[in-house]
């Protein structure tokens, strides 16, 4: 098994920043894709941006321009630099990465975009 644990949500007002990071520990021996999905309130998960073990990056189209994910391979770690926030942004933010035929999810970290 493969736990995943997020951290760096919180409350921040519209145009500020937060960072998301995220640390894969246990059976972690070939992570390929890593990346991070949110859930706003009475919506379904969505993919916000994804980034393969080469660092290929991919980024949902509401997010261009103002999101970054970057990964340490070393590390296993995924963070998610995140500029400009808006408060349709608001959602909780979740941590997925693929190893093999499996899939894991970490817990989710609440961010709030408010004046």
């Known amino acids: 098994q493969v736990q995943l644990v997020e951290s760096g949500g919180g409350l921040v007002q519209p145009g500020g920043s937060l960072t998301l990071s995220c640390v894969a520990s246990g059976r972690v021996f070939s992570i390929s894709t890593m990346g991070w999905y949110r859930q706003a309130p009475g919506k379904q998960r969505e993919v916000v941006a994804t980034?393969?073990?080469?660092?290929?990056?991919n980024y949902a189209d509401s997010v261009k321009g103002r999101f970054t994910i970057s990964r340490d391979n070393a590390k296993n770690t995924v963070d998610l630099q995140m500029n400009s926030l808006k408060p349709e942004d608001t959602a909780v933010y979740y941590c997925n990465v693929a190893q093999g035929w499996n899939v894991y999810w970490g817990q989710g970290t609440q961010v709030t975009v408010s004046s």
């Open positions: 980034i393969t073990s080469g660092g290929r990056t």
